[in-house]
């Protein structure tokens, strides 16, 4: 299976090329790239039928498939490690480096570095110093690279299954915008590095942890970061049920909340995939993705080995009760009937669509279900997005949790 995860990657151009003497790196590691490629989904309505596990396997837990690919930095030391105090790389869109974000290799004795979490479509200037015991600076290595890719998954030390839910294409014409709403595993164990990366190189400045059972009262990322704990519950079974519908409610009016305060938020449950999937569900359908790419995002945690597939019981109800919503020809229609019956207003959710939707740059917005492979422009402004005025009743038949 490994020979021909690699063997399709290869056949497809996905890995590094050079491309007017720029090396072109693709932020997706092989794995995800196959499973992006295979249009199952979209042919077969069938949830009995699941092939992420063609793609990461059953012991995923250990091969960190939950994180990117990325550009490769070596480099030869000037000087012992004993000399070095620091090592940096920055890495920023400009030649002048403004606006840059930092890397530390976790040792002085380093000589390579993957840098990781960068955006897609994007040209990247970098540069790694040494900063010595006495106060001088050594230049070791400097370069430039581009971006391709889609899904975003990200590396943060100390959590896990985190990804930028940006960059899916949407019935709109109009893909997901990046760098503002992200989801993970829990943040208990999130180290140093892995704050700095949330916080200085994410710019993640607002926390919704989604478990009853947690005890926290702020953020483990830090005193500066808006902090909200809200008691979820996952599936068709939350998405009916009157306590948890208005956690939904609750959740999604702090995130709106947050959004006009210019804030970027990650919203986590314990591994990120039942109350944070069902959560991410919600937001992403009534941003306009299309079921297929909604069962494809879901079943990314398996990419960390937990094991989530579109046949199972409780994912898949999920669209046959959203739908019940109608009409049934606009699957976006039907989850912004859903938040709306539950008590978000219409002004919020256009509100929503106006800021994590990106416009062309003909300004026009389809109808039709885009093709998967739609890559975030580097221009692209928001647009406000119309309304649904279908409003069906909430009373549609749950079963009862046990």
């Known amino acids: 299976m490994k020979k021909f995860i690699v063997a399709l990657a290869l056949l497809l151009g996905l890995q590094a090329w050079t491309q007017d003497n720029i090396e072109v790196v693709n932020i997706e590691n092989p794995e995800l790239q196959a499973f992006l490629a295979d249009s199952t989904y979209f042919i077969n309505p069938d949830y009995s039928v699941s092939v992420v596990k063609k793609y990461c396997g059953e012991k995923a837990f250990k091969k960190g498939l939950d994180r990117p690919a990325g550009k490769v930095v070596t480099w030869t030391p000037t000087a012992s490690s004993d000399e070095i105090s620091e090592i940096r790389i920055t890495v920023s869109e400009h030649k002048d480096y403004r606006d840059s974000i930092t890397y530390f290799p976790g040792s002085t004795k380093a ?40 899904v975003r998954m990200m590396r943060v030390e100390g959590a896990h299954n985190v990804r930028d839910i940006g ?10 915008r990046y760098g503002r709403l992200y989801r993970s595993g829990n943040m208990d164990r999130v180290t140093n590095t892995g704050r700095h990366d949330f916080v200085d190189n994410m710019g993640v400045t607002a926390e919704l942890d989604l478990r009853g059972e947690s005890r926290l009262k702020s953020s483990p990322l830090g005193h500066n970061v808006s902090f909200k704990q809200i008691t979820n519950d996952s599936y068709a079974g939350a998405m009916g049920n009157k306590k948890y519908r208005q956690a939904f409610v609750n ?15 990650d919203w986590h449950c314990a591994v990120g995939c039942d109350r944070c999937g069902t959560l991410s569900f919600l937001i992403e359908g009534v941003l306009g993705v299309c079921e297929a790419d909604l069962c494809r995002d879901y079943e990314l945690s398996s990419f960390r080995g937990h094991k989530r597939y579109r046949s199972n019981p409780g994912f898949r109800r999920v669209i046959p009760y959203i739908r019940k919503f109608g009409p049934a020809d606009d699957l976006a229609a039907c989850f912004y009937n859903y938040w709306t019956q539950a008590g978000v207003s219409s002004e919020d959710l256009d509100y929503l669509r106006s800021v994590m939707l990106e416009q062309k740059k003909n300004n026009e917005v389809k109808k039709a279900i885009t093709p998967h492979r739609i890559h975030r422009g580097q221009d692209l402004r928001p647009v406000p997005m119309p309304s649904h005025n279908v409003a069906p009743t909430m009373a549609v038949p749950v079963r009862k949790r046990k």
């Open 167 to 176: 960059g899916w294409p949407t019935q709109f014409g109009i893909p997901i």
């Open 251 to 265: 959740d999604l009016n702090w995130i709106i909340a947050r959004l006009r305060e210019g804030k970027n938020i």
């Open 111 to 150: 000589s390579t570095y993957t840098i990781m979490n960068n955006f897609p479509n994007r040209t990247y200037y970098y540069k790694v110093e040494e900063f010595h015991g006495n106060g001088q600076v050594a230049q070791v290595a400097q370069g430039v690279y581009r971006t391709v890719g889609q």
